[in-house]
Structure formats: C-alpha cells, structure tokens
C-alpha cells in the first residue's frame, strides 16, 4: 500500500467531529488494533473545509490516544498520508497521521465548519 503525503495547509479547516476512538482488530472480542510498538491505534473524525466549499468527514487513524480534544474544536493534524486500499469489490482511502492536537484551547463558536 503506497502513502501519499497530504499538505494539511491546503486542506482549510479541520475541526473535531467525533472524540478518538480506539481502533478494533477484531469487532467480535472487541480487540484493540496495536501498532507496531504496541501502541492502541486510534480514529479520529475530522471535518474539512475549504473556503466556499462543502465539509467533508474524513476518519483519522493515529497510534495513541489524542489528548485534549474536545467536539468543534479546530485540530492540528501533523503527518497526515493518505493510503488507496482494495478489498476485493470494495476500495476505498484511509488516513493516517502523526498527530492530532487542539489548534486553540476549546471549541470555537459560530464561523466556518
């Protein structure tokens, strides 16, 4: 699977959707996803929005648990990739960063996403 390296600054906005949620291996035993150093791997839902346009979700996985993080709140996402996977009749892109922090100290109101 290939990454391709994503320039967050073009990206406008990226605010909190969802809080981080660890990552299942296996949803049957609700097994946790590790990383290679055994780190729980988790996901995070972010909105981007570019100027005059639309707001997408995108899911981003991150080793470690973001701290700080609240809903709305505009997010700093560093090392972001984005990688093309298949799956027999299914495809699709996942996301992966470094990092995710708060941008600002809490949520920002009104504006934007």
């Known amino acids: 699977?290939?990454?391709?390296?994503?320039?967050v600054s073009r990206l406008?906005?990226?605010?909190?959707?969802v809080l981080p949620e660890p990552k299942?291996?296996?949803?049957?035993t609700k097994e946790e996803k590790k990383d290679r150093d055994g780190n729980t791997i988790y996901t995070v839902a972010?909105?981007?929005?570019?100027?005059?346009?639309?707001?997408s979700v995108i899911e981003i996985a991150v080793s470690g648990e973001p701290k700080g993080l609240e809903e709305g709140q505009i997010v700093k996402v560093t090392g972001l990739e984005a990688f093309a996977w298949a799956?027999?009749?299914r495809h699709g892109i996942s996301f992966r960063a470094?990092?995710?922090?708060?941008?600002?100290?809490?949520?920002?109101?009104?504006?934007?996403a």
């Open 46 to 55: 972010v909105t981007v929005r570019q100027e005059g346009r639309r707001i």
């Open 12 to 17: 406008g906005v990226l605010r909190c959707a």
């Open 24 to 28: 299942l291996s296996n949803f049957e």
């Open 87 to 89: 799956m027999g009749d």
């Open 98 to 112: 470094d990092s995710i922090a708060p941008a600002t100290s809490g949520p920002v109101k009104g504006g934007g």
């Open 1 to 7: 699977m290939q990454s391709i390296p994503v320039d």
